[in-house]
């Protein structure tokens, strides 16, 4: 049987009191502990330029009867720790100065420990980090909006730095975050976001810049915990990383519009943009993060008195028309200006001369003028291939203000089709698993269709009726008959990506049919004809306009199939099984041909 706990304990209390005046019972309390210990306030401390660069730093003893000599070390020669500390007999505690020479902007770390006998109850060394900042200034409240984090429109304070007034700081940019109901106070967010101005010939992380208005930062902590791996999200600048040496790569961190006003002798960013890499800060090759830098509006900060204009430019591209007489061709579509732009010059570009077309628009010299939303005809030359419909914006006066491309695959006109056969398609045969991600289809079911073999451009071929009625085109995708080789290289679907989540509609623009390895996903999946089965295998992905996928999936086309009852859903699926606008966000990759080009104007 167990013995009682409760009974036990009972005995042992009347067996300490029956011996309670026993002459041979005595009690003695245990010898003092003699030793320093070593305090500080706290673990950072902050100097401004007009304060004295001295750190103080408290030194304790637990038994203060005698006089006694304590003996210091520190471990960073920036700072003057004195060799010791001298207590007379009584005295417990005494601050001690520490001198340091660090220049504005600058910090450092600084270990001081006891060398000589230290108490059991306190410390014997301490740590302090020390930096020495400027005197800001503060240009009053803008905004702080993250996509990827999901902070949106937080009012921030924003200063400037009189001794570099390209250096602003962005104070509690991830205050938010405290707020969250899942919020860790383990990984707290950064105090501060410090952002920096970069202009043509700067240096920047030991790289000389050869763009201008691009912004560099530090990293900050997000105080967001990533579950999948079970720790933070550190917003880090791509230019610490080997790989993005090139500040090239950089672009999208950068200056979007300036203000009228000047303060401290330069002009006042109106509205900022960061790329970042969010990276898990126990890994300093960025190898683990997400890397944004091809993404536009991630980040955005929008400056104190900065009312934006609404410089916005869409495109639709509706279908082609040629000219019998002047025997040339155009593409058609509708052009939608925002409220501020006066005017703006259409031209069709291709990735050769994409750059000297943008450089001739800006300049005025070149383009279809318009100066009102409406439809457009541009000229295209080359016959059917992608191109790029460039559009730059004017202000009232004359300067260039903004400018988009619109991606677009041109059939021309005089391209003649013959029929290859008939059989049937298959929307969402295989969802496939890439990233972790499994993928969807933007519809659902089959449906009889006709291949086409163009007999004026090689290796072009068409299936119709696909997608949506107005993909005036079909599935346009090249075919090496010698290889069965198939590349499907944008292929529009006549669609737009328009959901609802929690009563709000989002329309995400155009979906477009890519070929998997043109977006990036480097997987081993290629797109080929089994002339086995006679079944054209598509391993792509819907893509809309905002850079967000549907998932790797595989749909196929079998030639001389038996025709089959019409499935096809004219209702896109995804609409009904949308993906979360979160889980969206958070999954964004590098597109190999991106549908946006990267458009610098000189504002």
């Given at each position: 049987m167990k013995k009682s706990?409760?009974?036990?304990?009972?005995?042992?209390?009347?067996?300490?009191?029956?011996?309670?005046?026993?002459?041979?019972?005595?009690?003695?309390?245990?010898?003092?502990?003699?030793?320093?210990?070593?305090?500080?306030?706290?673990?950072?401390?902050?100097?401004?330029?007009?304060?004295?660069?001295?750190?103080?730093?408290?030194?304790?003893?637990?038994?203060s009867t005698d006089a006694e000599t304590v003996t210091l070390e520190g471990n960073n020669p920036v700072f003057s720790v004195p060799a010791s500390?001298?207590?007379?007999?009584?005295?417990?505690?005494?601050?001690?100065?520490?001198?340091?020479?660090?220049?504005?902007?600058?910090?450092?770390?600084?270990?001081?420990?006891?060398?000589?006998?230290?108490?059991?109850?306190?410390?014997?060394?301490?740590?302090?980090?020390?930096?020495?900042?400027?005197?800001?200034?503060?240009?009053?409240?803008?905004?702080?909006?993250?996509?990827?984090?999901?902070?949106?429109?937080?009012?921030?304070?924003?200063?400037?730095?009189?001794?570099?007034?390209?250096?602003?700081?962005?104070?509690?940019?991830?205050?938010e975050m405290k707020k969250a109901d899942d919020y860790d106070p383990s990984f707290p967010p950064s105090d501060n976001m410090d952002i920096v101005i970069i202009q043509n010939g700067d240096q920047y992380n030991g790289i000389t810049v050869n763009y201008d208005d691009l912004v560099g930062y530090d990293k900050v902590h997000t105080g967001y915990i990533d579950a999948d791996v079970a720790s933070e999200r550190v917003v880090t600048h791509p230019a610490i990383y080997e790989k993005y040496a090139d500040p090239a790569t950089w672009y999208n961190n950068c200056v979007l519009a300036y203000q009228e006003t000047k303060s401290n002798g330069v002009t006042l960013p109106g509205k900022v943009q960061l790329a970042p890499v969010y990276n898990l800060p126990q890994y300093a090759t960025g190898a683990y993060g997400y890397h944004l830098i091809d993404e536009k509006n991630i980040v955005i900060i929008s400056f104190p008195g900065y009312v934006e204009s609404d410089y916005a430019l869409s495109f639709k591209y509706s279908g082609n028309f040629a000219d019998q007489f002047g025997k040339g061709e155009y593409a058609l579509g509708s052009v939608t200006l925002g409220a501020d732009v006066a005017?703006?010059?259409?031209?069709?570009?291709?990735?050769?001369?994409?750059?000297?077309?943008?450089?001739?628009?800006?300049?005025?010299?070149?383009?279809?003028?318009?100066?009102?939303?409406?439809?457009?005809?541009?000229?295209?030359?080359?016959?059917?291939?992608?191109?790029?419909?460039v559009i730059v914006a004017f202000?009232?006066?004359?300067?260039?203000?903004?400018?988009?491309?619109?991606?677009?695959?041109?059939?021309?006109?005089?391209?003649?089709?013959?029929?290859?056969?008939?059989?049937v398609y298959t929307y969402g045969a295989e969802s496939l698993n890439v990233y972790d991600v499994d993928g969807m289809s933007f519809y659902e079911g089959t449906a009889n269709a006709t291949l086409y073999k163009s007999t004026t451009t090689d290796g072009l071929y068409t299936i119709k009726p696909w997608a949506?009625?107005?993909?005036?085109?079909?599935?346009?995708?090249?075919?090496?008959?010698?290889?069965?080789?198939?590349?499907?290289?944008?292929?529009?679907?006549?669609?737009?990506?328009?959901?609802?989540?929690?009563?709000e509609t989002y329309n995400e623009g155009a979906v477009t049919f890519y070929e998997l390895a043109l977006v990036g996903v480097e997987v081993g999946y290629a797109s080929f004809y089994d002339p086995a089965s006679k079944t054209f295998n598509f391993y792509c992905t819907y893509l809309n306009a905002e850079g967000n996928w549907y998932g790797a999936v595989k749909e196929t086309f079998v030639l001389d199939a038996a025709a089959t009852s019409r499935s096809f859903s004219l209702t896109p699926f995804a609409k009904a099984k949308h993906h979360g606008k979160a889980h969206r966000i958070n999954f964004m990759m590098k597109r190999a041909l991106s549908a946006k080009k990267n458009i610098k104007i000189t504002m």
């Amino acid at each position: 049987m167990k013995k009682s706990i409760f009974l036990t304990a009972i005995a042992a209390v009347l067996a300490l009191a029956s011996c309670g005046d026993d002459d041979d019972y005595s009690y003695s309390a245990g010898e003092p502990s003699v030793g320093a210990y070593l305090s500080a306030a706290k673990s950072s401390f902050v100097f401004t330029p007009d304060e004295a660069k001295v750190l103080k730093l408290t030194v304790g003893r637990s038994v203060s009867t005698d006089a006694e000599t304590v003996t210091l070390e520190g471990n960073n020669p920036v700072f003057s720790v004195p060799a010791s500390v001298a207590f007379a007999a009584g005295e417990k505690q005494k601050e001690v100065d520490i001198p340091f020479v660090l220049n504005t902007g600058e910090s450092a770390k600084l270990t001081v420990k006891i060398t000589s006998a230290t108490s059991q109850y306190g410390s014997g060394s301490v740590t302090v980090n020390v930096v020495c900042d400027y005197n800001w200034e503060s240009l009053g409240e803008g905004t702080f909006s993250d996509a990827f984090i999901g902070i949106s429109e937080a009012k921030v304070e924003i200063l400037q730095n009189p001794s570099n007034p390209n250096m602003y700081r962005i104070v509690g940019p991830y205050n938010e975050m405290k707020k969250a109901d899942d919020y860790d106070p383990s990984f707290p967010p950064s105090d501060n976001m410090d952002i920096v101005i970069i202009q043509n010939g700067d240096q920047y992380n030991g790289i000389t810049v050869n763009y201008d208005d691009l912004v560099g930062y530090d990293k900050v902590h997000t105080g967001y915990i990533d579950a999948d791996v079970a720790s933070e999200r550190v917003v880090t600048h791509p230019a610490i990383y080997e790989k993005y040496a090139d500040p090239a790569t950089w672009y999208n961190n950068c200056v979007l519009a300036y203000q009228e006003t000047k303060s401290n002798g330069v002009t006042l960013p109106g509205k900022v943009q960061l790329a970042p890499v969010y990276n898990l800060p126990q890994y300093a090759t960025g190898a683990y993060g997400y890397h944004l830098i091809d993404e536009k509006n991630i980040v955005i900060i929008s400056f104190p008195g900065y009312v934006e204009s609404d410089y916005a430019l869409s495109f639709k591209y509706s279908g082609n028309f040629a000219d019998q007489f002047g025997k040339g061709e155009y593409a058609l579509g509708s052009v939608t200006l925002g409220a501020d732009v006066a005017s703006a010059r259409l031209a069709v570009a291709t990735d050769a001369n994409y750059d000297d077309v943008v450089a001739a628009l800006a300049a005025g010299t070149t383009g279809e003028v318009v100066e009102a939303s409406g439809e457009v005809k541009v000229p295209v030359a080359g016959g059917s291939d992608h191109y790029y419909m460039v559009i730059v914006a004017f202000d009232e006066d004359g300067n260039a203000v903004a400018a988009e491309d619109f991606r677009f695959f041109f059939t021309s006109c005089k391209e003649q089709w013959t029929v290859v056969g008939t059989g049937v398609y298959t929307y969402g045969a295989e969802s496939l698993n890439v990233y972790d991600v499994d993928g969807m289809s933007f519809y659902e079911g089959t449906a009889n269709a006709t291949l086409y073999k163009s007999t004026t451009t090689d290796g072009l071929y068409t299936i119709k009726p696909w997608a949506n009625a107005e993909a005036n085109y079909g599935l346009t995708f090249w075919w090496d008959t010698a290889s069965n080789e198939v590349i499907v290289d944008g292929a529009d679907t006549g669609d737009e990506d328009i959901w609802e989540e929690e009563g709000e509609t989002y329309n995400e623009g155009a979906v477009t049919f890519y070929e998997l390895a043109l977006v990036g996903v480097e997987v081993g999946y290629a797109s080929f004809y089994d002339p086995a089965s006679k079944t054209f295998n598509f391993y792509c992905t819907y893509l809309n306009a905002e850079g967000n996928w549907y998932g790797a999936v595989k749909e196929t086309f079998v030639l001389d199939a038996a025709a089959t009852s019409r499935s096809f859903s004219l209702t896109p699926f995804a609409k009904a099984k949308h993906h979360g606008k979160a889980h969206r966000i958070n999954f964004m990759m590098k597109r190999a041909l991106s549908a946006k080009k990267n458009i610098k104007i000189t504002m």
